[in-house]
């Protein structure tokens, strides 16, 4: 798997359909996860192509968000973003806004920790250090279980990711805490280089 672009065409992409901070934040975010999950699953050599595929995983649904993945082709063609990422891209709507099926691992670990990321990064907000670098998997279990926190993170959505991947959801949920600290900081920091 290869990108058609650079990183910073992708960022910049990414902040031509996408003003609001909480969307930037959590496309730097599944960024950084799938960069760490490409290292950690053995494709360190796609690791570019996992993490900018994470990137722009929601290009579109900030201006479209009725038309979430249907309305990402045309602007990533726009782009310049190839065939293969675009696939990618829509293929983490599966079943939802999108029939594109996630078949490549990648696929299967976006589909997974789109929607975690989420939940794990709301009950970061509310913990005193607003920091995942203590968050354990108890924590993200106790949440998860109440369907009133974070109600618009699937909890469908995360169980089946971790079944396509043929994980237990524990296991999903410690490596993408794992994930998630380990661009913590560098997100952080993007976010105030950008003013966001």
């Not at 290009?59 to 479209?64: A, G, K, P």
């Not at 994980?167 to 280089?193: D, G, H, P, Q």
Request: one cysteine or more; charged letters at 30%; hydrophobic letters at 40%.
């Amino acid at each position: 798997m290869e990108s058609k672009v650079t990183r910073e065409e992708a960022f910049e992409l990414l902040k031509k359909y996408n003003k609001e901070t909480f969307h930037i934040q959590h496309a730097l975010t599944v960024e950084g996860v799938m960069r760490w999950y490409a290292n950690g699953l053995g494709y360190g050599d796609e690791a570019e192509y996992w993490a900018i595929t994470g990137l722009l995983h929601d290009i579109d649904f900030e201006l479209y968000p009725e038309e979430h993945c249907k309305k990402a082709p045309e602007l990533l063609r726009e782009g310049h973003v190839g065939e293969d990422m675009i696939h990618s891209v829509c293929s983490h709507g599966f079943g939802i806004c999108s029939d594109v099926e996630p078949v490549h691992e990648m696929e299967k670990v976006l589909f997974a920790a789109d929607e975690l990321t989420g939940l794990i990064g709301a009950a970061a907000l509310m913990r005193p250090s607003k920091s995942v670098m203590d968050m354990e998997v108890s924590s993200v279990k106790k949440k998860f279980k109440d369907k009133k926190f974070a109600a618009g993170c699937s909890r469908d959505v995360i169980r089946k990711g971790a079944e396509n991947l043929g994980w237990e959801l524990n296991e999903l949920f410690e490596k993408t805490i794992l994930a998630m600290r380990s661009c913590e900081e560098s997100v952080r920091c993007e976010m105030e280089k950008y003013n966001l």
